[in-house]
């Protein structure tokens, strides 16, 4: 839309043969009458649409993006689903073999330092001897996210960390649900494996099968441990990671922008299990996954931030990150001023805090704020600093020299209200630029301080100006309806009556 300059100056003329087969309440014509609706479609005329007026909001929600959009389908493929904690939980994953030939738990023992669980396979059975191995081999299989979707003709690429004491002799194998079928196999023979070992394979689809598994298993006496063990198909958007599928879906809606990552996704509903952007960067293996406890399910962070910067090039949409101002999502019965920086304590599934009787979700309170705000500084550099500074280093050794575009972002998502996002000094009216500094809420230490570094970039708001001005500096703020069709239809005219001056709704 927009460009084709021929079109829109010329006069459309519609021509509408009206009421002839109902009761024309507005205008009395006769049935055999021909009313007309003249369009002044000139370009003079017409109003511009704005470039943002339709967009995305992502949200990684119901598996939008982990087991949707981002083509992984390993699921839980660092064994960490369970968190820190030992035994881990390894689910999706299962034993193929019974208890006197494979017994499977979880340690500490991987070589990636955030996220240590590796998954410890013990064979007992042999291809010789007393405990004969059935002939399909014992291992373990994992059914990605409610089956695996592997298709005729496609290469799927193989990629896992492996350590034993012995030489290994492992069938990978992608199989119809039960095991049966094998729709492509390939076979992995190390001698020595004895430090952690990086294996990658590729695997061509002989057949199609929705609901398949992938299989990893053997005949061979012995232990091998697993870790971070994943399977992508090789043709996805660009060779970015994204769905072909589902990434056309996306770029046909034409999308102006792209909110990213959520939603309460970017808060937690416990600020230890909130999307934390410096953990879902680097090398994929690295990053130490957490479990989104808003929608409660575990993401390995596959699609982190570095990928939704991508995702939003990919559209040509523009980026909007929203991101975390140490505020939680659910408003519970007592909010938390936890005098300590509270970051300290994220760690995964503590009984947190259970034995002071403080037992609602935390909240960072803004005089601990600044590591929050650094945070989101750096985030911001590594989106569009340049390939030699801390973070655009980071950036460029991701494969992305050239800065992305970031010229929006928000900040916190749904949080006014919440006692610490605009705190009392704004709620009191008082406007002077030294009192913002001084006991203001987290939303203005965000506000100033990303004013400052990045002059250009657009501030959005959480709280809702459309119908009274906003108390707080802004260049935007937000307004999120959650209606029914009837109900947005009759909010259609809702804005001709919000202030004209100061920021507009984004
Ligand atoms: C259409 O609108 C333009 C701009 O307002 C005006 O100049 C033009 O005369 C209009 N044309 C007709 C046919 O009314
Ligand atoms: C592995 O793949 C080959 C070639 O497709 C096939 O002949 C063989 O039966 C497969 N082996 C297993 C154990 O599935």
Redesign the pocket.
């Known amino acids: 839309m927009g460009s084709s300059k021929a079109p829109c100056s010329v006069?459309l003329v519609f021509v509408f043969g009206l009421c002839t087969l109902y009761r024309c309440s507005a205008v009395e014509v006769d049935a055999d009458q021909t009313a007309w609706l003249v369009v002044?479609a000139?370009e003079?005329?017409a109003r511009k649409m704005p470039k943002h007026l339709f967009g995305l909001f992502f949200e990684e929600i119901n598996h939008a993006g982990s087991g949707g959009l981002w083509a992984e389908l390993v699921s839980n493929r660092g064994f960490e689903s369970g968190g820190r904690i030992l035994p881990s939980s390894i689910a999706p994953w299962s034993t193929l073999g019974d208890e006197s030939s494979i017994s499977v738990s979880t340690d500490l023992s991987s070589s990636f330092e955030r996220n240590k669980v590796a998954l410890r396979m013990e064979v007992l059975c042999d291809s010789k001897g007393t405990n004969i191995c059935p002939a399909g081999g014992v291992g373990v299989y994992n059914p990605g996210f409610w089956g695996m979707n592997i298709e005729q003709g496609k290469t799927y690429k193989l990629v896992l960390h492996i350590r034993s004491l012995e030489p290994v002799n492992l069938l990978v194998s992608l199989t119809d649900s039960h095991g049966l079928q094998a729709l492509s196999n390939v076979s992995i023979m190390a001698d020595d494996v004895s430090k952690w070992t990086k294996v990658e394979a590729l695997l061509d689809a002989k057949r199609t099968n929705h609901n398949s598994r992938l299989q990893l298993t053997t005949t061979r006496k012995g232990v091998i441990w697993f870790d971070q063990v994943s399977l992508m198909p090789l043709d996805t958007y660009k060779g970015h990671g994204f769905r072909n599928d589902l990434f056309k879906l996306l770029a046909d809606l034409k999308p102006g922008f792209l909110r990213f990552p959520g939603g309460c996704f970017v808060e937690g509903e416990w600020l230890r299990n909130a999307f934390r952007w410096k953990e879902t960067i680097g090398p994929w293996e690295e990053r130490p996954g957490h479990f989104g406890d808003v929608w409660n399910y575990w993401t390995d962070d596959g699609l982190g931030h570095f990928e939704f910067l991508q995702l939003a090039e990919d559209l040509g949409a523009e980026p909007i990150w929203v991101f975390n101002n140490g505020i939680l999502c659910i408003v519970s019965l007592s909010y938390l001023k936890l005098n300590a920086f509270i970051r300290k304590s994220i760690s995964f599934h503590l009984p947190f805090m259970k034995s002071t009787g403080i037992s609602h979700n935390d909240e960072v309170d803004s005089s601990n704020i600044l590591p929050f705000v650094q945070e989101i500084l750096d985030g911001i550099e590594f989106a569009r600093g340049d390939p030699d500074s801390t973070w655009g280093s980071v950036r460029a050794a991701m494969g992305h020299p050239e800065p992305f575009v970031l010229r929006y972002v928000a900040i916190g998502n749904e949080d006014c209200g919440k006692p610490n996002y605009l705190g009392s000094i704004v709620q009191n009216q008082l406007q002077t630029h030294s009192e913002l500094f001084s006991g203001a809420g987290n939303y203005l230490k965000f506000y100033s301080a990303i004013r400052r570094a990045y002059p250009d970039i657009k501030l959005i708001s959480n709280c809702d100006g459309s119908s009274h001005p906003l108390d707080h500096p802004a260049d935007f703020y937000e307004y999120h309806p959650y209606q029914n069709s009837n109900t947005m239809f009759s909010l259609a005219r809702y804005f001709d009556h919000a202030p004209r001056n100061g920021p507009k709704v984004w």
Request: aromatic share 0%; net charge neutral; glycine share 0%.
């Open positions: 006069l002044n000139s003079a005329s």
